[in-house]
């Protein structure tokens, strides 16, 4: 059975930062492309960030490109996202995904096989 375990999130004040991480069982990630997407109340499912097969390219949403960053730990079966200089917008549930094929965009969560179950972020004053 696959799993993706997503953890770390918290409430936070604007400026401060969080690191997520995402722990697959049942796969191992460094056989898959990996991303981060996020979901505000109300909002739909947007990317966050990208590591692809291999960890041979990375990208990330506008929002965030200067302030996430993506990383791996295969030896951990592992994903992580740094989240510096939070903002309030950036309040929302935080999903890790996995993908065995080949994307052609990344940003598609229907391209997606497995999900993990969100770890909530608040940043709130």
């Known amino acids: 059975q696959v799993q993706l375990v997503e953890s770390g999130g918290g409430l936070v004040q604007p400026g401060n930062s969080l690191r997520l991480s995402c722990v697959a069982s049942?796969?191992?990630?460094?056989?898959?492309?990996v991303a981060w997407f996020r979901q505000a109340p109300g909002k739909e499912r947007e990317e966050v960030s990208y590591?692809?097969?291999?960890?041979?390219?990375?990208d990330a949403a506008n929002s965030v490109r200067d302030r996430f960053s993506i990383s791996r730990d295969n030896a951990k079966n592992a994903v992580y996202l740094q989240m510096d200089s939070l903002k309030l917008e950036d309040t929302a549930v935080y999903y890790c995904a996995a993908s065995r094929g080949r994307l052609y965009n990344w940003r598609i969560p229907l391209a997606y096989e497995y999900w993990g179950q969100g770890t909530q972020v608040t940043v709130a004053l």
């Open positions: 049942g796969i191992s990630l460094s056989n898959y492309a």
């Open positions: 590591s692809s097969h291999g960890d041979t390219v990375r």
